[in-house]
C-alpha cells in the first residue's frame, strides 16, 4: 500500500471530490490503483445490520443475520465498563465476519427528556457514564480492527424535526452536559469517525458548525479522526468542508462537484481545505484495508447468543421486590400473562433493526423448565391498542390456581421508535386494563416490563414486584428467566430517571420545542439533577435497582493525592447469596457562588461479592471532574460534599472535604436557576440570563426552500405528487410486507425530512436544479421553476 502523502500528491481534483462522498449508501470509494479497496459502513449500534442486497435505499428488512444484543438503554444499565467493551468485542468479530469496516454507533446523546423516540438506543442522562459506556464499547470493538461511529454530534436529543431543528442552548449546558459524554469517550476511546447530527445548534447545522468540528473537536479535544454526516445531513458541502466535516453521506453523485470547483476557483475555498478532508478519508480508508487483510471466518451464533444472554442478565433492573415474592421457585404454580412473554419486544424500531441469529421467549424459556407448573394467557393484543374482554377474562381464569402471576408488558413499536417522539408515557390502555384487572383481585403479581425508555406506572402499589427488562435482545427470554427464577442475582440498576408524570419534568415545557426551534430552558437542570434539585421524589430514582441480598457500607475516608481525590470505604455483602452492587459517588458543592444541581455523579464501580465477605474499596475521582465552565473549565474552592450510595436517593455514607484552587469563579446572575423548587418553570426572559445574548427568534416556514420539509410542503400540489412518489418506495425500504410500526415509522420519517435530503435519497430521480425550480413554484416564481425544470 502506498504512502498517503504520495497518493494525495497524485490524485486528480474529481478524484478527490469523489472521495469526500460515499461511493454508494454504505460503501467508501477505492483507489485500487494505489492498492486501496473500497470499504464498508453499517448501521449498529447493538448488532450488525449490514444491507443483504446491493441497492441504493437503507433496505431496513434485508440484512444478514447477527446477533441482536440489548440496546443501549439496557448496556447502560448494566453500569459495567468491562462487560460493555466485551459486547463491542463481540460485535468487532461479527463485522469482520461480514467484512464491514466500521459499525455506525455508539450513540451518547443525553435523554433530555424520556419522549424522545429514539432513547432506547442512548445511554443515560448523565454525560459521565453515557461516556463511559461508550468509551467501553468504542474500545472493544476497535480492539478487533472495526472502527466505530461516535453519533449524533451534537444535542440530537429528540426525533421530532430532528432534520432542521435549532437547538437554543446556554454554554454551561453544552459543555457541562451536551458535549460532555463525547468529549469522555473521545479521549478515552478515540473512535475512528465522528458523525454530526442533522440539527442546527445556536443557528447554525452541526454539518458546516466549525466551533464544534473543529475548535472543539479536533484543536481543544486532539480528535485526528474522521468527520462524517449523518445520513443525508448535509445542508452546504463548501460551508462544511471549510468547518472541518470531511465525508458525507450517502453518496451524492457528484451533486456537490461542480460547486465546489466554482468555490476552489472563487477563493471561497481552499485547496488546503479540501486536501484536510480528503487526507482523513484516505487515514480511514486504509485503516478499514488493514481491516480487510485480517481473517475472515464464521463466528460462533451459539456462543455469541449465551453472551447476548449474560449482557441482559447483566443489565436487567429489580425495581420492586415486596415480600420477597422474587426469586420464584421450581414448585410454584405460574400464571404468565401478556402477548409479550410469546412475541418478545426486545430491540427498537428503525435504523438500527436487526435480524437475529435466533430468538428466545420468556414463554418458551419457562415453558421448558416448568412444563405443566406454568400456564399462559394472551391477555391483550400487540396489534391494536383495544381491549378485548375475552383475553382479560382469559387470563382471570388461568390466576385464580396460580400460586404467582407474571404479567408481561411494556411499549410497543407504535409507541416508541426512531423517527417520531412519545406524546406521553404511558403503555397501551389494554396492557393497563389488563394490570388493574387481576391486580384489584390478586396481589402475588409480577409485572415485567419490554419498554425502550421509563413509562408511568399508575398500578405500582397493586403490585408485588416490577422487573424492568427493557429491550434486551435475541436472548431476554432466556436472560428474564434467568432474573426470575434466581439463577442470576439482579445487580442492573437504571441510568435514568423515571418520574410520576410528564409535568415533573422541566424540559417538558420545551420538547419538542417548535418545527425550527427548541430552547433548553431548564439548564443544567436534567434527569436526576433535576429532581435531586427540587426535592421532588420521583417514581423511581436514578441508580436505583434491588438485589436478592444486601449491602452494608462503612468507614469512609477522603485523601487527595495531586490531582486525585481518593475514596476509601468498606464494603460488605451482608445477605447469603452472591451479589454484584454498582456503587455511586455524587458530589455536593456547599454555599456555591454559581447555580448548581444539589448533586452530580462523579464515579461508580461494580463490584461482585460472595455471601458475608468484605472488601475495602478504592474510588479515584480526579480534581478536573469537579470543573464547572466559565470562560473555560474552573474549579470553586470550598467545602464539597461527597455521598457514598446505591442510587441518586439511597446513601449511605458522607462526608466535606475541603479543595484550594487559584480559580477564580464569578458569582452569576441567574437567580431564578439557584435553590429551585418543584414549581421550577424557568421563562424564555429568565433563561437569556445564562444564555448570555436575546434568543433568535423561530425561523419562518415560508417562502419556501431547501430546507423545506415533506410535512411542510405536502399540502400544495407539489408536495403532494412528491408525497406520492416517495410512498411507492416503502415496499424497497421496509420489505414487501412492512408493519405497521414500520410504516407509521417511515411515514414520520418521510414528514420531517427536508428537499435537500430527497435529492440525496432519490437515487439520482431527482436532480437539485430540478427540485430548485419545484420551490419556486411553490413560491410563485413560475417562470425561474419552468426554466429550471426544463434544464433539469
Request: charge should be negative; proline fraction near 4%.
Amino acid at each position: 500500500m502506498e504512502d498517503l502523502k504520495f497518493i494525495m500528491q497524485q490524485l486528480t481534483l474529481d478524484e478527490k471530490l469523489s472521495l469526500i462522498s460515499g461511493k454508494d449508501f454504505w460503501h467508501l470509494l477505492g483507489l485500487e490503483q494505489h492498492g486501496l479497496k473500497s470499504i464498508m459502513m453499517t448501521d449498529g449500534p447493538h448488532g450488525l445490520r449490514k444491507q443483504l442486497i446491493k441497492g441504493e435505499h437503507i433496505g431496513l428488512s434485508q440484512s444478514v443475520k447477527a446477533t441482536c444484543y440489548p440496546t443501549a438503554s439496557l448496556l447502560a444499565s448494566t453500569w459495567d465498563e468491562d462487560l460493555i467493551e466485551e459486547v463491542g468485542i463481540h460485535l468487532g468479530v461479527e463485522c469482520l465476519s461480514e467484512n464491514v469496516s466500521v459499525l455506525l454507533g455508539p450513540g451518547v446523546n443525553i435523554k433530555r427528556s424520556p419522549l424522545c423516540g429514539r432513547n432506547f438506543e442512548y445511554f443515560s442522562e448523565d454525560p459521565l457514564l453515557s461516556g463511559k459506556m461508550a468509551a467501553a464499547w468504542i474500545k472493544g470493538i476497535q480492539s478487533q480492527s472495526v472502527g466505530a461511529s461516535l453519533k449524533h454530534f451534537l444535542l440530537n436529543n429528540q426525533e421530532s424535526h430532528r432534520m432542521v431543528v435549532d437547538a437554543i442552548v446556554d454554554e454551561r449546558s453544552i459543555r457541562e452536559i451536551y458535549l460532555k459524554s463525547f468529549e469522555i469517550a473521545i479521549k478515552e476511546a478515540n473512535p475512528w469517525t465522528v458523525m454530526c447530527s442533522y440539527n442546527k445548534v445556536n443557528g447554525t447545522y452541526l454539518s458546516e458548525n466549525k466551533r464544534f468540528l473543529t475548535d472543539i473537536l479536533k484543536r481543544e479535544w486532539n480528535y485526528d479522526g474522521l468527520t462524517m454526516t449523518d445520513w443525508g445531513a448535509c445542508n452546504d458541502r463548501i460551508m462544511g468542508i471549510k468547518a472541518g466535516l470531511d465525508l458525507e453521506m450517502p453518496g451524492s453523485r457528484g451533486i456537490h462537484h461542480l460547486e465546489i470547483k466554482k468555490a476552489l476557483k472563487n477563493g471561497l475555498l481552499s485547496m488546503e481545505e479540501l486536501d484536510l478532508a480528503v487526507m482523513n478519508v484516505l487515514k480511514l480508508i486504509k485503516k478499514g484495508n488493514e481491516t480487510l487483510k485480517l481473517e475472515t471466518k464464521p463466528y460462533d451464533q451459539e456462543k455469541h447468543h449465551q453472551f447476548a444472554r449474560k449482557v441482559a442478565s447483566e443489565g436487567i433492573v429489580l425495581l420492586k421486590n415486596e415480600q420477597n415474592i422474587l426469586p420464584l421457585q421450581d414448585n410454584q404454580k405460574i400464571a404468565l400473562i401478556g402477548a409479550f412473554a410469546k412475541h418478545p419486544r426486545y430491540q427498537g424500531n428503525g435504523s438500527s433493526l436487526i435480524q437475529p441469529t435466533k430468538l428466545s421467549s420468556l414463554y418458551d424459556a419457562l415453558e421448558k423448565r416448568l412444563g405443566d407448573y406454568l400456564s399462559y394467557a394472551e391477555g391483550y393484543s400487540l396489534d391494536h391498542d383495544v381491549m378485548h374482554q375475552e383475553l382479560i377474562d382469559e387470563a382471570l381464569k388461568i390466576s385464580k390456581n396460580a400460586d404467582v402471576i407474571v404479567i408481561m408488558a411494556g411499549l410497543t413499536e407504535s409507541f416508541e421508535s426512531e423517527g417520531f417522539d412519545r406524546k406521553h408515557l404511558n403503555i397501551p390502555k389494554n396492557q393497563e386494563s389488563l394490570i388493574d384487572a387481576i391486580s384489584s383481585i390478586y396481589k402475588n403479581v409480577i409485572v415485567v416490563l419490554s419498554n425502550g425508555a421509563p413509562i408511568l406506572m399508575p398500578w405500582k402499589d397493586q403490585v408485588h414486584g416490577i422487573v424492568e427488562g427493557y429491550l434486551g435482545g435475541q436472548a431476554s427470554g432466556l436472560a428474564l428467566m434467568d432474573i426470575l427464577m434466581g439463577d442470576i442475582n439482579p445487580s442492573g440498576k437504571l441510568a435514568e430517571t423515571f418520574p410520576n408524570s410528564l409535568e415533573e419534568i422541566p424540559s417538558s415545557a420545551n420538547f419538542p420545542g417548535e418545527t425550527r426551534q427548541v430552547i433548553y430552558q431548564e439548564g443544567l437542570y436534567i434527569g436526576y439533577r433535576a429532581f435531586d434539585s427540587m426535592n421532588l421524589n420521583p417514581l423511581f430514582p436514578f441508580g436505583h435497582g434491588l438485589s436478592y441480598t444486601s449491602f452494608v457500607y462503612s468507614n469512609l475516608s477522603i485523601q487527595q493525592n495531586q490531582d486525585i481525590l481518593e475514596l476509601k470505604f468498606m464494603l460488605q455483602n451482608s445477605g447469603n447469596k452472591c451479589g454484584k452492587e454498582i456503587i455511586q459517588v455524587y458530589v455536593s458543592k456547599e454555599n456555591s457562588v454559581i447555580y448548581r444541581p444539589l448533586q452530580e455523579l462523579k464515579t461508580f464501580k461494580k463490584i461482585e461479592l460472595q455471601p458475608q465477605e468484605i472488601k475495602e474499596v478504592t474510588l479515584n475521582i480526579p480534581l478536573q471532574n469537579l470543573a464547572i465552565y466559565q470562560d473555560g473549565f474552573k474549579i470553586e474552592s470550598g467545602i464539597y460534599l461527597f455521598r457514598v450510595g446505591s442510587s441518586s436517593r439511597d446513601i449511605r455514607l458522607e462526608q466535606t472535604y475541603v479543595i484550594e484552587t487559584q480559580d477564580v469563579i464569578k458569582e452569576d446572575n441567574a437567580l431564578p436557576y439557584h435553590n429551585i423548587s418543584q414549581n421550577f418553570k424557568p421563562t424564555r426572559d429568565d433563561y437569556e440570563l445564562i444564555f448570555g445574548s436575546e434568543i433568535p427568534p423561530v425561523q419562518n416556514v415560508k417562502p419556501y426552500h431547501l430546507n423545506s420539509t415533506i410535512g411542510e410542503i405536502k399540502h400544495t400540489m407539489i408536495g403532494k405528487m412528491l408525497y406520492k412518489m416517495i410512498r411507492k418506495e416503502y415496499g424497497s425500504i421496509a420489505g414487501n410486507q412492512p408493519t405497521q410500526a414500520m410504516i407509521e415509522m417511515l411515514e414520520a420519517s418521510v414528514n420531517e425530512m427536508p428537499l435537500r435530503s430527497l435529492v440525496l435519497f432519490s437515487d439520482g430521480k431527482l436532480s437539485k436544479r430540478r427540485t430548485l425550480g419545484m420551490i419556486d413554484f411553490m413560491n410563485h416564481r413560475f417562470l425561474k421553476g419552468v426554466l429550471k425544470l426544463i434544464k433539469g
